[in-house]
């Protein structure tokens, strides 16, 4: 599971995703929508990957998605603590991102494909926090 320290290298945000990581300082995933094709898709860009139109509008996911893929890393860096999950989730939008799975073992038994998933975020500094997932209903 990714250990909550300051040792991880964390992205930066540039004009075409700032919109994304805003939203998840508020505690949403932010997508965007083609005006023309009405295609969804992730990871932010200013023009539509399938039609290349610039009319695109930005919108808050639902949050939730299924585990699409993984590995189990068994090797700690810094950051991370072995085990831990480098995951493909699928949401519910369509799009895919690549994340990590937290709130369960990090084990073949527990991360399990297709299981239903919603998003936590970690907040790791001012300017970012991580969206990362957890299995849907875990914790409550």
Do not use: K
Request: hydrophobic share 30%.
């Amino acid at each position: 599971m990714p250990s909550h320290t300051t040792q991880r290298r964390l992205p930066t945000p540039t004009p075409e995703t700032q919109d994304f990581w805003d939203g998840t300082l508020a505690g949403e995933i932010r997508l965007q929508r083609c005006s023309v094709c009405d295609h969804t898709y992730f990871p932010p860009r200013p023009f539509c990957p399938s039609c290349t139109s610039r009319h695109v509008q930005v919108f808050a996911a639902s949050g939730r998605g299924t585990l699409y893929s993984y590995v189990i890393n068994q090797r700690s860096m810094p950051g991370y603590e072995a085990p831990y999950s480098i995951a493909v989730v699928e949401l519910e939008e369509g799009p895919r991102m690549m994340t990590n799975i937290v709130g369960c073992d990090q084990t073949p038994e527990a991360l399990q494909l297709d299981m239903a998933v919603e998003v936590t975020f970690e907040r790791c500094s001012e300017e970012i926090a991580l969206p990362l997932f957890t299995p849907l209903g875990a914790g409550q």
